[in-house]
Nanobody, 124 residues
């Protein structure tokens, strides 16, 4: 099993930045990809970004491309989501997810492990 713990959420003004962290523990060598998803009140969960641990391939949702950057730190077993130029529509609970898929994917069903989520609120 893999445990994922998100941190770094908070309240920020539009145009500001936040960096989310996702720390992995347990059988981390079984985790090939790590992704970020988000869910706003009354909306379905949506894909944000994903990264493959080996090779560093990345995938982004069109809505965050050019503003968000996903990265990983092997030594710390941690994946980061740097969020710049935040907009009120980025407000959501952000979830970290880990999967055994061989390639980066936006499909939530291909992720096996999920964190508890961290709240991001962007004020206008």
């Amino acid at each position: 099993q893999v445990q994922l713990a998100e941190s770094g959420g908070g309240l920020v003004q539009a145009g500001g930045s936040l960096r989310l962290s996702c720390a992995a523990s347990g059988r981390t060598n079984s985790m090939i990809i790590t992704g970020w998803f988000r869910q706003a009140p009354g909306k379905e969960r949506e894909f944000v970004a994903a990264i493959r641990w080996s090779g560093g391939n990345t995938l982004y949702a069109d809505s965050v491309k050019g503003r968000f950057t996903i990265s990983r730190d092997y030594a710390k077993n941690t994946v980061y989501l740097q969020m710049d130029r935040l907009k009120p529509e980025d407000t959501a609970v952000y979830y970290c997810a880990g999967g055994r898929s061989s390639g980066v994917t936006a499909r939530a069903s291909l992720y096996d492990y999920w964190g508890q989520g961290t709240q991001v609120t962007v004020s206008s």
